[in-house]
């Protein structure tokens, strides 16, 4: 079988999974049967818990994601990962289209994420993301990642606020571990981009943006005090990774796979 079209497959077959998900509740709880306040929804078995990030959000901060092109740096992280250098998003929108198996509006998007390692090596790294995000604020996103297996994980990722202004900010959430019983996530990850390199940012602007993130995540018992600062350094070099293959072929089946909206 011709390689690019054993890739175009991939893509295809990621979407029809993202609608068997949708389907069987694995992306989305029961709106009949799930607990929600204050836009959480931590399962139908559990009472809403006074701490934590859910599993699975009923809803999210709509979300235009055609407000979100162009260049972000990461400011703040919670997640399992080491703390590297110089992480820069560029996004670039690829089609207006829908939801895979709704008539929800949604905008696909390319996402370049750069990155440089902290040790010795100082490795130019980049994570490829194909992002579906809904109008809603709900997405998916589709990773090849330059320095491991080049076959692409699936992600489902929550708005949790956004000012997409020129000095603007965005805050987003996923679960890298649900837990179904309690409802809480085990293993919540927390993005925080902005759209100034953070050494620019003078000490009110950041007070201000601080305050923004407590805000938004004191309902689920957090602050910055639970997330790591990102570091850019000036001296290094602008990392270029280069575009996987895959990656360029799973757009292009996805292109194929899903209808454009006008």
Known sequence: MDLSFSLLL???????????????????????????????????????????????????????????????????????????????????????????????SAVMTDQKITITNRDASAACIGRFNLIVGRVDGIATYYRVQTDRTTNPTIHQLYQLYLDPSSEGMAIQYECAKPNFGTGVCDVPYVYVDVRIN????????????????????????????????????????????????????????FKASLPMRT
Not at 23 to 48: H, T
Not at 201 to 210: D, G, I, R, V, Y
Not at 214 to 236: H, M, R
């Open 10 to 104: 991939t893509a295809v077959y990621l979407a029809v999974q993202l609608v068997y998900c949708e389907a069987n509740g694995q992306f989305s709880n029961d709106r009949q049967l799930a607990s929600s306040m204050q836009g959480r929804a931590y399962g139908s078995n559990s009472s809403i818990p006074a701490c934590g990030l859910p599993s699975v959000m009923a809803s999210s901060i709509p979300t235009d994601r055609e407000r979100m092109v162009g260049v972000w740096y990461q400011y703040m992280k919670k997640d399992n990962l080491p703390l590297t250098l110089n992480k820069v998003l560029e996004n670039t929108i690829v089609e207006r289209t829908y939801y895979p198996g709704t008539s929800i």
């Open 198 to 253: 953070p050494n620019q940012l003078s000490a009110a602007q950041k007070e201000a943006k601080n305050k923004i993130i407590n805000d938004t995540l004191k309902p689920y018992c957090l602050s910055i005090t639970d997330l790591q600062e990102q570091t850019f350094d000036n001296n290094l070099s602008a990392c270029q990774p280069p575009r996987p293959e895959i990656y360029s072929n799973m757009i292009a089946g």
